[in-house]
């Protein structure tokens, strides 16, 4: 299966309001989780490794578990 170009851009350092503006499939990862990132005033400047860390989630699982939505419904929001 070829990479899909936008999934690269899935790091531990990209911000998580970036995300959910670019991949609006990424949204119901964050409320399953029970995450408090969407609309939070610090999502502009709190990366993903960020929120998890302040979460409790494991960054690795998280991360598999939004490249496996976004590689599925992922296309990036216009």
Avoid at 18 to 31: E, G, S
């Amino acid at each position: 299966m070829a990479a899909v170009p936008h999934l690269s851009s899935i790091r531990p350092d990209l911000a998580v309001d970036d995300l959910l503006r670019r991949h609006k499939a990424a949204i119901p990862v964050f409320i399953r989780r029970r995450m408090l990132c969407i609309g939070c005033p610090f999502a502009p400047s709190h990366t993903i490794a960020d929120a998890c860390r302040e979460h409790g989630i494991e960054l690795d699982s998280m991360l598999a578990e939004l490249v496996d939505v976004l590689s599925v419904d992922g296309s990036p929001a216009r």
